[in-house]
């Protein structure tokens, strides 16, 4: 009996520990640093943006990624393989990408869990391309253990002008915060 309760005692104590790692504030982030002349940001399990333009209303991630084969709406479209540039991804990154809404909104994945957020920075817009920095910040405050499952995060940015047949070129960069 005693060896029961010391195992409820640490299951509990566990899961305090766990909570502790949760993902920061919903709806929060920072912006881009890199000075770029026009950028949007997105956080995790965010669906509103900054940015550019933080007047419009939040958009909800429209790909469903629970399953194996992504599960697409059907007014959200698919940015064709040759338009999305992901050479310097590793494989941990989908190399996948959609637009929606009046053509301004794209969604793409980054990368979370455990004590890890995932965040997307439009770092450079030109008449040719779009640049999309998908940023992974570690977060481990002292004395906390943090899980090391990996999982794919939608995020969904918003573009100065629909991406049309622009090139969208997907870039990563790890901070610690």
């Not at 494989?91 to 637009?99: C, P």
């Not at 405050?141 to 997907?170: F, H, K, N, S, Y």
Request: net charge negative; charged share 15%; aromatic share 2%.
């Amino acid at each position: 009996m005693r060896n029961v309760v010391a195992a409820v005692a640490l299951a509990g104590a566990l899961s305090g520990v766990l909570a502790g790692c949760s993902s920061g504030t919903p709806g929060s982030s920072s912006g881009s640093s890199s000075g770029a002349p026009t950028s949007g940001t997105s956080t995790p399990g965010s669906t509103g943006f900054s940015g550019s333009n933080p007047t419009s209303a939040p958009v909800q991630p429209p790909v469903s990624i629970s399953e194996e084969k992504p599960v697409v709406p059907p007014n959200v479209t698919p940015i064709p393989p040759d338009k999305v540039d992901t050479t310097s991804l590793s494989d941990t990154y989908r190399d996948e990408a959609y637009v929606f809404g009046d053509g301004r909104d794209v969604e793409v994945f980054g990368v979370g869990g455990g004590c890890k957020e995932a965040r997307a920075e439009v770092s450079a817009q030109s008449a040719a391309l779009v640049q999309i920095t998908l940023v992974t910040i570690t977060k481990q405050p002292p004395g906390t253990v943090c899980t090391q499952e990996i999982r794919q995060v939608p995020l969904t940015v918003r573009l100065d002008a629909p991406l049309g047949t622009r090139r969208l070129v997907l870039e990563s960069r790890e901070e610690t915060g």
